[in-house]
Nanobody, 115 residues
């Protein structure tokens, strides 16, 4: 079993910044990529960004240049630095890993971008 705990969400004005964290614990040996997804009510969960053990990153075009994903392997933690936030970034953000074919999700952290 893998446990994922996200933190760092909140309310921010457009143009502001937030940094999300996701700490993994439990049976974490063998985890490669760590991912961030987001979901708004009534919509499918959307992939946002990923980072491998070796530091290779990938993110969707709508957040490129504004978001950055990083990882501290010693702390088993992945981060999502979100800058220049827009109202359309409002969502619940989830951390995700796959280990031995099983998918694990955190509980999610709410990000609200609003005036």
């Amino acid at each position: 079993q893998v446990q994922l705990v996200e933190s760092g969400g909140g309310l921010v004005q457009p143009g502001g910044s937030l940094r999300l964290s996701c700490a993994a614990s439990g049976s974490i040996l063998g985890i490669n990529a760590m991912r961030w997804y987001r979901q708004t009510p009534g919509e499918e969960r959307e992939f946002v960004a990923s980072i491998t053990n070796g530091g290779t990153t990938f993110m969707i075009s709508s957040v490129k240049g504004r978001f950055a994903i990083s990882r501290d392997n010693a702390k088993n933690t992945v981060y999502l630095q979100m800058n220049d936030l827009r109202t359309e970034d409002t969502a619940v953000y989830y951390c995700n890993v796959v280990r031995e074919g099983a998918e694990y999700w955190g509980q999610g952290t709410q990000v609200t971008v609003s005036t």
